[in-house]
């Protein structure tokens, strides 16, 4: 029947809400967000690095621009103040009105050029010196030519004005070494930056690397997980998908969905093994008492051809009743599979009792059967050794011929224990060793022709499932005298 699953929706907290809100809605998204993390940082040093080098290109092109207007100044004022200082003289000695116009242009030509440096704003220049200077020129561009007393103070003060002319020029050299002293601390600034970027800002991106692909990975992992249990059909514990990504729940959901169908499917299954097993053992028991009523001759004595077709009656009633019941015990093996119980036992004790449970078909077929007689404990669950024991005897007495013999060895290892059991039957078909452990494989006619035996293809399953939960392997030989050999390697829980 078709599960029917009610789903109930609560209100959501603001908190959730906004947990839903932050978080990607598909798997693209939450790359694209990994992504974005990792490269923040690195984009951020970027960026960084950028604004140093901007830095250091706008302070290495004020350098340049202010330092040569600096240097052109400086020769600019010291060449006006020599023509100046002529052009005085001159006027001293000739008292023409042509050199009197040249000094005044000069001297204009002279505050111009202060100006020109004052528009640089150099914090090593004062604007208050270069005021001072531009009104002791444009004074002595006035006295001169007042008389020649005056015009013989204005060449002396000119030498005066000659030191603060040489006092700029040293400032702007100050100026400049000033700056350059800058630009190589941003330059060792911008260098450390970039060390620390690389020794910090590197491990971080791949600590966050790391963690995201943790993140990441561990809702694949858990879905990985869910996916094996459900093929194991372990339909016992919930599906919960603990994910960054909204897609990843959705598929965490319908997992959980699948793993309860499943599980309803699997009961249903059990169920009509059950229900038809039940079904059909009452028919079979009937048709099964009628062909003994008629082989004893209750109802009167059969002829040969009649006794015939009695004995085939009782016989495929006989294998029909172990179908049935090695179908039940398939099915109640199935149901109860679970964890592994590890325990420590004697396994020669457990393999006595099992030849002994096997005694009247043993010794039906008059076989003699060689088992360990010391004392071997392993380590191992017991329930499922029972199980790999008793139908690899059960499969070797089947097909193993009247008055033969059935050995088993058991090998105690460090890393687990080796269990064999050889029989001197028509053995397994070198085509047919894989397939030979899946269920309701029956293999080739071989061996019903050579022993008129035909099993259920349900034992060897479950051996290799039993095996296969211990983490072990198993396989089919030849053996050295015929017939076939089962070797299983159980390992120990140390070495797993």
């Not at 050029?113 to 004052?118: G, K, Q, R, V």
């Not at 090593?124 to 444009?138: G, I």
């Not at 030498?159 to 020029?169: E, L, N, S, Y």
């Not at 009167?300 to 009656?313: F, M, R, S, Y």
Request: proline share 3%.
């Amino acid at each position: 029947m078709p599960e029917h699953v009610v789903e109930h929706s609560e209100p959501a907290s603001s908190s959730s809400a906004t947990r839903r809100w932050l978080r990607p809605r598909s798997i693209t998204g939450l790359l694209v967000v990994s992504f974005g993390l990792v490269a923040a940082p690195l984009i951020v040093a970027v960026l960084a690095s950028v604004v140093y080098v901007d830095t250091l290109n706008n302070q290495s092109e004020r350098l340049v621009k202010q330092g040569v207007e600096v240097t052109r100044s400086s020769k600019r004022l010291n060449s006006l103040l020599l023509s100046m200082e002529r052009s005085a003289r001159q006027y001293r000695v000739l008292r023409t009105g042509e050199l009197l116009a040249r000094f005044q242009s000069q001297a204009k030509a002279f505050d111009d050029e202060l100006d020109t440096l004052a528009m640089l704003k150099l914090d090593t220049v004062p604007d208050w010196n270069l005021n001072r200077l531009s009104r002791q020129v444009t004074g002595l561009s006035r006295q001169l030519g007042e008389d020649k007393q005056a015009t013989d103070k204005v060449i002396a003060a000119l030498g005066t004005v000659g030191k603060q002319t040489d006092r700029i020029a040293a400032q702007g050299s100050r100026f400049v070494d000033k700056e350059l002293g800058h630009l190589q601390g941003t330059a060792a600034s911008a260098r450390i930056f970039v060390l620390l970027s690389l020794f910090a800002l590197v491990p971080a991106v791949l600590i966050l690397g790391v963690f995201l692909s943790w993140v990441i990975g561990r809702p694949l992992r858990q879905i990985l997980q869910a996916v094996t249990r459900l093929g194991d059909a372990d339909f016992s514990q919930q599906i919960r998908i603990v994910a960054p990504a909204a897609e990843l729940d959705r598929l965490g959901a319908r997992l959980d969905w699948m793993r309860r169908r499943l599980a309803t499917l699997d009961k249903e299954k059990q169920q009509f093994i059950r229900d038809m097993s039940h079904e059909l053992k009452t028919p079979l028991a009937s048709i099964r008492e009628g062909a003994e009523l008629l082989r004893d001759g209750t109802v009167g004595q059969l002829d040969p051809a009649q006794a015939e077709v009695a004995d085939i009656l009782q016989r495929n009633s006989l294998e029909l009743a172990g179908l049935i019941e090695s179908l039940l015990d398939f099915s109640a093996w199935q149901q109860r599979r679970g964890k592994l119980e590890y325990k420590r036992f004697d396994i020669s004790a457990l393999i006595e009792a099992i030849v002994a449970r096997q005694k009247l078909t043993i010794e039906g077929k008059n076989l003699r059967v060689e088992r360990p007689g010391l004392i071997l404990a392993v380590t191992a669950d017991r329930d499922r050794m029972h199980l790999i024991v008793d139908n690899l005897l059960a499969n070797a007495v089947k097909f193993a011929p009247t008055s033969s013999r059935v050995r088993i060895t058991v090998t105690s290892r460090h890393d687990g224990v080796d269990l064999s059991v050889a029989d001197q039957g028509p053995g397994v078909a070198a085509d047919e060793r894989d397939a030979i452990f899946d269920v309701f494989f029956r293999g080739s006619r071989r061996a019903v022709d050579a022993i008129g035996v035909k099993g259920s293809g349900i034992g060897l399953s479950v051996v290799r499932e039993c095996v296969q939960a211990h983490s072990g392997h198993i396989r089919v030989e030849s053996g050295a005298e015929g017939g076939a050999v089962f070797k299983v390697h159980i390992p120990s829980p140390h070495a797993l």
